[in-house]
């Protein structure tokens, strides 16, 4: 009965989406005030049905109704509560819900948090969200039920991939769907735009706030998948170029590229058509990615159960919805003036040049990703396109992107010449590049160029920061009265500039200094790695809720410390038979030590891969900061105040 | 409308084709570089006679047999099972096995549990003869013909559907003789 009840929820949700997604973008444009007024209620309906059917869901797998297909597909009596609830986001229909609920939620809170906008504006907003809406909705009923009945009903359920079965991938998905989504609002509010005729440094400040909070859940997002890869796959490796991966990546490197954009577009009132049409390339990157993913035509460790009827199903939805919001853009975008003027030299300049930059970087990752599906399509054979390819044109990218982080801050808005900058900046560039060249010696006594570009780079966001702050508390009375003074979007920048910093370095020491080896270990052997000493002491035989596991102790010795005892798992999960493997890993700010148990080689002795990582963890520390930095600059004071004002205004 | 506020639309509709191209091939069907090129030659300890060995020349007494990489550990192989148990019984093609990173009793107490529908199999303890193969998942099943060379390869459990359909097709015409 429950999941029929959740199954018409949907059907009432998609209801309100089309009411949300047609009568007040109509209303809007014949100005009739009561359609307008619809958009609210209508997005609030909207959220109470979706959050209806996913409760409905949740209560389906934590009861162990396995009379519903999705969840005799992905949940068993054995599985832990905790992975019951994630177990929810675990497949392609329950995640399609997930994201349809979060959509729904943004929808409600850009209706609760916008009083301050005009109304016409909302509609329009609230409007377009609905049509989005509509769309995944329709989606989700017509090809992805997940409350399909199953007969007969099984004893027992088909268990979750053990793959999923860990916190870091509880919270992964809905973080990145809270980006993925969230950058819907940033879309909605460029359509509106466009739709009302209104692309001005106002609207570029109403949708700066929600860009930033979107990009931040996805920064997240991002991290914490690899941080789980790091840790659960037992490859030792943080990034895998894997095409799932890059289809989050790239709406994230458009994203970046959008909230610094936008950043001009509020300021000086320049860029705005460039403005607009990232909103809509990040929003449709975003699709993208959830085609690429949900469809099959790309292989991937992560991809869902394919259905060729979801594929075709996914792809008209991008094509209209891209689609129509390309055709709105050429039919609008013609007569929007950019104002602000500004010359070569100029911050405005910078921020083009990392646009620029940051579009570059995501079109190779995309044509990367993209390569090996279109030699198929051209019947020129299969490849895949694998790490080299990638990092030999990424990182390219990044240095210059890296090094303008310094210079465009310090910049000049409108004009700025090349000599003041010099002047600004030289003493503070030559520190960087020494200290930055020094680094590697002196941490690990070698002359690497690559690992000393990347530490000269990382030293260089640091001290211009420095040199910012310094050069913005140079008027002001006292140290503590100045640093007050600043804004938290400036503290945010800093800190979100600082995370590139952090994340560069640890890439680079990590990727450069990081040692591996594969060593076949009897019980009462040791191996010699570096200053470490891996003594195996033996294997012992563990029961899990739902897996049995082979545990390993590797007591870890180092001269002048004390020892430390890592347990790495080889897991064989009882349902789906499958082996994984959890690594043992000592974690410290300055390096991770990582053990692998490998395969039995016979008379006791098992392969059992070493690591020794220098700086993996600054990886996401970086990203932390990145996260923390958006938030900081999302919660600044004059979004606020405008409120306020307009409160005001209107009692 | 100005040209070049089209030009997005334009590259858009570009990827769009791709994509519903894209959505007819199936990118799990990678083909083994292996394919029509000689079969890796090894040598390997006989599961059930230890002292015994097989290796490449027994591929090539017939004019075409199945290789099928399995183990005990492994889900996929015993469902595919019971169909190799009835391809055995129906005596068109030989079956020959390959045990891929196994324990020698576990792999022999699965067989008498399940039956045992291959000729000869090779126990490949540490999966190097595996890895020559290109075996990047089990269980994986090699087409070989009288020359020793690989003809098809499927990955994943065989089913009727592509015994039928993919696989049956290619045996066929290597028993009538044709190249």
């Known amino acids: 009965m429950l999941p029929e009840l959740g199954h018409f929820a949907l059907i009432l949700a998609l209801c309100m989406a089309l009411v949300l997604g047609v009568v007040p973008l109509a209303g809007a444009a014949r100005n009739v005030d009561s359609w307008v007024a619809v958009a609210r209620p209508a997005a609030w309906g909207q959220f109470l049905f979706m959050g209806i059917a996913f409760l409905l869901l949740m209560t389906a797998f934590v009861t162990n109704d396995f009379s519903v297909a999705y969840v005799a597909q992905h949940s068993n009596t054995l599985l832990p509560t905790i992975y019951r609830v994630s177990a929810v986001w675990g497949g392609h229909e329950g995640s399609l819900l997930l994201w349809v609920f979060l959509l729904g939620g943004w ?26 809406s509509v769309g995944f909705l329709a989606f989700l009923l017509f090809t992805s039920s997940p409350f399909e009945r199953l007969w007969p009903i099984p004893a027992d359920g088909r268990d979750l991939n053990p793959l999923l079965q860990d916190i870091g991938l509880v919270l992964h998905p809905p973080m990145l769907y809270m980006g993925y989504v969230g950058f819907s609002v940033a879309f909605a509010f460029a359509i509106a735009a466009l739709l009302g ?35 659960e796959l037992g490859w030792g490796g943080w990034w895998f170029w894997d095409p799932v991966e890059n289809a989050s990546f790239l709406p994230w490197l458009v994203g970046t590229a959008l909230i610094h954009s936008l950043a001009v577009s509020e300021k000086r009132s320049a860029f705005k ?35 060729p009827k979801r594929g075709v199903f996914i792809l008209m939805l991008l094509a209209v919805m891209v689609g129509a919001s390309l055709l709105i853009y050429a039919w609008r975008a013609p007569q929007v003036k950019s104002t602000g003027h500004f010359a070569v030299v100029s911050r405005e300049t910078l921020l083009l040049g990392n646009n620029v930059l940051l579009v570059v970087a995501m079109g190779s990752v995309m044509l990367g990703t993209l390569y090996p599906l279109l030699l198929d399509a051209l019947g020129m054979g299969k490849i895949s396109v694998g790490p080299p390819y990638f990092n030999t044109v990424f990182i390219p990218l990044m240095v210059p992107l890296l090094f303008m982080i310094g210079i465009g801050t310090l910049a000049r808005w409108k004009q700025d010449s090349i000599g ?86 640890g890439i680079t020491f990590s990727s450069y200094y990081s040692q591996e080896h594969d060593v076949r270990l009897a019980p009462g052997e040791s191996h010699v790695m570096g200053e470490y000493r891996f003594l195996f002491e033996g294997i012992s035989e563990h029961e899990g809720p739902n897996y049995t596991a082979t545990r390993a102790n590797l007591r870890v010795s180092k001269e002048g410390q004390r020892d430390v005892v890592l347990h790495s798992e080889k897991r064989l999960y009882k349902v789906q038979g499958m082996p994984m493997t959890e690594a043992g890993i000592d974690w410290g700010l300055t390096r991770d030590l990582y053990v692998a148990l490998g395969e039995p080689l016979g008379d006791g002795a098992w392969a059992v891969r070493l690591y020794h990582k220098p700086y993996v963890r600054w990886i996401w520390l970086g990203s932390l900061l990145m996260a923390l930095g958006g938030l900081l600059a999302a919660a600044d004071r004059r979004y606020r105040l405008k409120r306020n004002v307009a409160t005001e205004a209107a009692s | 409308m100005k040209a070049r506020f089209l030009l997005p639309l334009g590259l858009f509709a570009a990827l769009v084709v791709l994509f519903a191209v894209g959505l007819g091939l199936n990118p799990r069907e990678v083909p083994s570089p292996l394919i029509d090129k000689q079969a890796p030659t090894f040598t390997l300890p006989q599961l059930h006679a230890p ?129």
């Open chain 1, 420 to 505: 003041r900058l010099e002047q600004t900046v030289r003493y503070t560039l030559a520190v960087s590049v020494v200290i930055g060249a020094l680094l590697p010696w002196l941490l690990f006594r070698s002359w690497e160029p690559m690992a000393m570009l990347g530490a000269v780079l990382g030293v260089w966001i640091l001290a211009s920061a420095l040199l910012d702050l310094r050069l913005r508390l140079r008027n002001s009375a006292g140290l503590w009265q100045g640093l007050r003074r600043q804004s938290r979007s400036f503290y945010g920048m800093v800190a979100a500039h600082l995370g590139v910093a952090v994340t560069a370095i």
């Open chain 2, 51 to 179: 002292e015994a060995s097989f290796g490449s020349r027994e591929l090539t007494q017939q004019p075409v047999a199945l290789v099928n990489i399995w183990a005990s550990w492994c889900v996929a192989c015993r469902q595919e099972h019971p169909f190799l148990m009835e391809l055995a019984q129906r005596g068109d093609v030989p079956i020959y096995g390959l045990n891929y990173k196994d324990e020698r009793a576990d792999a022999i107490a699965w067989l008498k549990r399940h039956g045992n529908p291959y000729r000869v199999s090779g126990h490949d303890l540490d999966g190097r003869v595996g890895i020559d193969w290109g075996v990047y998942g089990v269980p994986e099943t090699f087409v070989v013909d009288g020359r020793g060379v690989i003809r098809y390869k499927h990955i994943g459990p065989i089913t009727p559907q592509v015994w039928r359909e993919k696989m049956e097709p290619v045996v066929r015409q290597l028993q009538q003789g044709g190249a």
């Open chain 1, 107 to 132: 929808t409600v809170a850009v209706g609760t948090f916008s009083r301050h906008l005009p109304t016409l504006m909302v509609a329009r907003v609230l409007g377009v969200m609905g049509l989005v």
């Open chain 1, 197 to 231: 005729g209104r692309l001005d440094a106002t609207w570029a400040r109403w949708s700066r706030p929600w860009t930033t909070t979107a990009w931040v859940f996805m920064t997240l997002g991002i991290s914490l998948g690899s941080w789980w890869a790091y840790y």
């Open chain 1, 273 to 307: 058509n460039w403005t607009v049409l990232l909103a809509i390339l990040t929003f449709a990157l975003s699709l993208l990615g959830a085609f690429l993913v949900r469809s099959g035509v790309v292989t991937s460790v992560h991809a869902f159960a394919n259905d």
